[in-house]
């Protein structure tokens, strides 16, 4: 199962088998896993990070997660979800866009507008200071 794979892959990482490592995790996305945030701040796979492979899975992972989110309520996203959708936007690289869903979870408006206006402020000054 799920939980088995990513014990595997952690073990595997700590061993410094990256490739038996990531043979797990893309079994594990194979099957839908969405986990892509706690897969990214995982500890024990802390000697992956490097590896290009690593920000790949991550965003596969993102993917799952976003395909889930949107075909079970586009319409109906609150804010705590559009926060995890714009996460997983940047978790592809997708800046711009993540920026925009911030936006939309602002104007959704909920319990989190203070934590989205600082993500907000940090993502448009990291984009100004790289123009």
């Known amino acids: ?5 990513v014990l595997r892959a952690r073990s595997e990482a700590q061993r410094g088998d990256s490739d038996r490592a990531f043979a797990a995790l893309g079994r594990m996305a194979d099957r839908g896993f969405d986990g892509f945030s706690g897969i990214q701040n995982d500890p024990g796979l802390e000697p992956l990070r490097t590896d290009p492979r690593f920000d790949a899975l991550v965003a596969k992972l993102a ?3 976003i395909r889930i989110v949107t075909t079970r309520r586009e319409k109906t996203l609150f804010q705590p979800d559009l926060e995890t959708l714009a996460q997983a936007q940047l978790a592809r690289g997708e800046r711009q866009l993540a920026i925009e869903t911030l936006h939309r979870a602002l104007d ?24």
């Open 1 to 5: 199962g799920i939980l088995g794979l």
């Open 63 to 65: 993917d799952n997660w």
């Open 108 to 131: 959704a408006g909920g319990p989190f507008g203070d934590n989205i206006r600082l993500e907000l402020n940090e993502l448009e000054e990291k984009g100004n200071a790289a123009d």
